[in-house]
T-cell receptor, first 114, second 116 residues
Framework: AQSVSQHNHHVILSEAASLELGCNYSYGGTVNLFWYVQYPGQHLQLLLKYFSGDPLVKGIKGFEAEFIKSKFSFNLRKPSVQWSDTAEYFCAVNVGGGGNKLTFGTGTQLKVEL | GAVVSQHPSRVICKSGTSVKIECRSLDFQATTMFWYRQFPKQSLMLMATSNEGSKATYEQGVEKDKFLINHASLTLSTLTVTSAHPEDSSFYIC????????????FGNGTRLTVT
């Protein structure tokens, strides 16, 4: 079965710092990749997704992620974080077509300090 | 945007009782709904996939007689935790998928279940 690893469980940054959250998956076949965000007290929301094509994917709120197939990675980046980016971030993988049955990573809690 | 309403947000029940959690898609028809469970500091674990009008498909290790899922309409799925025990205490999250191809998942806010 596939698994998803998020190595950073807690990250604390100052505003304007750059962000990179790691995500690695274990599956050798075709995958669809996602990053979700959960702001305090809110539901999970899709940040961005990769199905095929350009491995550099741009999402909402200035986030982007790069799919590196050889490294089985899909790291999330943002050049300059804001206090409002404080949230929990989940990487997720779907094996095969579609985007339905997801395997989630354990999440990374990001805190951005003023 | 699409909204999924999950109710209740918190519930406390006594051991041995049953609890029903509702998941509604408010502005779209959800052909498929998913139920997840999340323990503290752990990932969301898929419990079951629910398709409207058919029996739910449970993941390995999830007791179908304990976690009853009903998806009677295109906008409502329910999860009933039967004869709840303290070890069932967890955060339960539903998500809904619209019928269009490659449509994203929409998540509910989750239900915090505490069994005393």
């Amino acid at each position: 079965a596939q698994s998803v690893s998020q190595h950073n469980h807690h990250v604390i940054l100052s505003e304007a710092a750059s962000l990179e959250l790691g995500c690695n998956y274990s599956y050798g076949g075709t995958v669809n990749l996602f990053w979700y965000v959960q702001y305090p007290g809110q539901h999970l929301q899709l940040l961005l997704k990769y199905f095929s094509g350009d491995p550099l994917v741009k999402g909402i709120k200035g986030f982007e992620a790069e799919f590196i197939k050889s490294k089985f990675s899909f790291n999330l980046r943002k050049p300059s974080v804001q206090w409002s980016d404080t949230a929990e971030y989940f990487c997720a993988v779907n094996v095969g077509g579609g985007g339905n049955k997801l395997t989630f990573g354990t999440g990374t809690q990001l805190k951005v300090e003023l | 945007g699409a909204v999924v309403s999950q109710h209740p947000s918190r519930v406390i029940c006594k051991s041995g009782t049953s609890v029903k959690i509702e998941c509604r898609s408010l502005d779209f028809q959800a052909t498929t709904m998913f139920w997840y469970r999340q323990f503290p500091k752990q990932s969301l674990m898929l419990m079951a996939t629910s398709n409207e009008g058919s029996k739910a498909t449970y993941e390995q290790g999830v007791e179908k007689d304990k976690f009853l899922i009903n998806h009677a309409s295109l906008t409502l799925s329910t999860l009933t935790v039967t004869s709840a025990h303290p070890e069932d205490s967890s955060f339960y999250i539903c998500s809904a998928l619209a019928s269009s191809y490659n449509s994203p998942l929409h998540f509910g806010n989750g239900t915090r279940l505490t069994v005393t």
